[in-house]
């Protein structure tokens, strides 16, 4: 189980590094608006396809049932259109009406809609094969030769604090996750909770160096398309003082989301099933 919620950590930091620039809005029709043009919608249909193919490849490890229930109560928790309302609704009112107008004409522009299709086809569900298959060597590729792109998707993972986002959101989903299921009383082990918290810290080192590694060859594989002076040109948005204050907006809308509705699935799926099985 334990090696399950490690893995299943990386559905979130995958997302970080292309969320960074999300939306936020003081008017609910707006951020609606706002959302279709980042393309919030295909982040979080990623987060739940791949949280659901977490739960099914444990089959052989677990029992059938076990995993029919734990899909189930996953599929509940996180269903991409409910999801995205409560995203609109936490955006809603995390901005100014100034700062949604300026975003929504940011996004608005060629350049901005050129990366977000960019993302969302690489963010979408059906090209899972293929993001695991080629962002490793692409980004090997660009470390063997010193590429010059590498320096600049730094400084974009700098500007969207992307890995600190990352490690953060997953240890507090994982946290949550475990906490409601070791606190159901059909578990037969109990954890105090500094033992709780001594076992989600042990795993930050590692997530951290997964994190750093799986943000890099995300990068390299979603703006492998875009020009240098594309690059630049995204780096230099990311770093500018429009996306800044809706960084942090959106990242701690999104994880207040997630370690939610990993608490309220942990909590469903115990009284489904019974401890022992996992």
């Keep these: 189980?334990?090696?399950?919620?490690?893995?299943?950590?990386?559905?979130v930091l995958a997302a970080t590094a292309l969320?960074?620039?999300?939306?936020?809005s003081a008017d609910l029709a707006k951020a609606r608006t706002l959302m279709e043009l980042a393309r919030i919608d295909a982040v979080l249909a990623r987060i739940s396809a791949q949280g659901r193919r977490g739960w099914r490849e444990q089959t052989g490890?677990?029992?059938?049932?076990?995993v029919d229930v734990f899909t189930a109560a996953w599929d509940?928790?996180?269903?991409?259109?409910?999801?995205?309302?409560?995203?609109?609704?936490?955006l809603a009112?995390?901005?100014?009406?100034?700062?949604?107008d300026a975003l929504i004409a940011d996004f608005s522009t060629p350049a901005a809609r050129r990366v977000t299709a960019l993302e969302a086809v690489a963010q979408a569900p059906d090209r899972a094969a293929e993001r695991a298959e080629d962002a490793g060597p692409m980004l090997d590729r660009l470390r063997d030769r010193n590429d010059p792109r590498l320096a600049v998707m730094t400084r974009m993972i700098e500007a969207t604090n992307a890995?600190?986002?990352?490690?953060?959101?997953?240890?507090?989903?994982?946290y949550a996750l475990l906490s409601a299921i070791m606190g159901s009383d059909r578990f037969p082990q109990v954890l105090d909770e500094a033992q709780l918290l001594a076992v989600v810290g042990g795993m930050e080192p590692q997530l951290r160096m997964t994190t750093e590694l799986e943000v890099a060859r995300s990068m390299a594989?979603?703006?492998?398309?875009?020009?240098?002076?594309?690059?630049?040109?995204?780096?230099e948005r990311l770093e500018g003082p429009l996306l800044q204050?809706?960084?942090?907006?959106?990242s701690n809308a999104l994880e207040g989301m997630l370690v939610e509705r990993s608490r309220r699935f942990g909590e469903e799926a115990m009284e489904a099933t019974g401890a022992r099985d996992i």
Excluded: C, K
């Design 61 to 66: 490890q677990l029992p059938e049932q076990v």
């Design 76 to 90: 509940r928790h996180f269903d991409p259109a409910d999801m995205a309302e409560e995203m609109t609704g936490d």
């Design 163 to 174: 890995v600190d986002i990352g490690v953060s959101t997953s240890l507090n989903m994982i």
């Design 221 to 235: 594989f979603t703006y492998r398309d875009l020009s240098m002076a594309e690059l630049e040109a995204y780096a």
């Design 19 to 24: 969320l960074a620039a999300g939306p936020a």
């Design 245 to 250: 204050p809706l960084n942090e907006v959106f």
């Design 93 to 100: 009112e995390g901005l100014s009406q100034a700062q949604l």
């Design 1 to 11: 189980m334990i090696r399950f919620l490690r893995s299943l950590s990386l559905v």
